[in-house]
């Protein structure tokens, strides 16, 4: 299975920007999907989640700002980023809750991170 992201890049504050996050693989079901961001000498931070019914989480300071969707017959996740601030400067990376075929447990995947720069 692979996660696959992209659609990082530089844009100037209040810009924006759309991630996306593709599973591929030996897939039976993909469940909750999620975006985690990460900065130097800090821990990955959880942004959005969303359930595999459409159910979404998001961290408080991207509320209002970043939309979080995902197209389950393509296994796709999407973050739409508005309203950029230099705070959202980070390493962006999906992951996503996967039931392999011929399996019945979840098993956690990883894309790599996509970098994300806003400058002020």
């Known amino acids: 299975v692979q996660l696959q992201a992209s659609g990082g890049g530089s844009v100037q504050a209040g810009g924006s920007l759309r991630l996306s996050c593709t599973a591929s693989?030996?897939?039976?079901?993909?469940?909750?999907m999620g975006w985690y961001r990460q900065t130097p000498g800090n821990q990955r931070e959880l942004v959005a989640l969303i359930s595999s019914g459409g159910s979404t989480q998001y961290e408080d300071s991207v509320k209002g700002r970043f939309t979080i969707s995902r197209d389950n017959a393509e296994n796709t996740m999407y973050l739409q980023m508005n309203g950029l601030e230099p705070e959202d400067t980070a390493v962006y990376f999906c992951?996503?809750?996967?039931?392999?075929?011929?399996?019945?447990?979840?098993?956690?995947?990883w894309g790599k991170g996509t970098l994300v720069t806003v400058s002020s």
């Open positions: 992951y996503a809750g996967i039931i392999l075929s011929g399996t019945n447990y979840d098993v956690k995947y």
């Open positions: 693989g030996r897939i039976f079901a993909v469940n909750d």
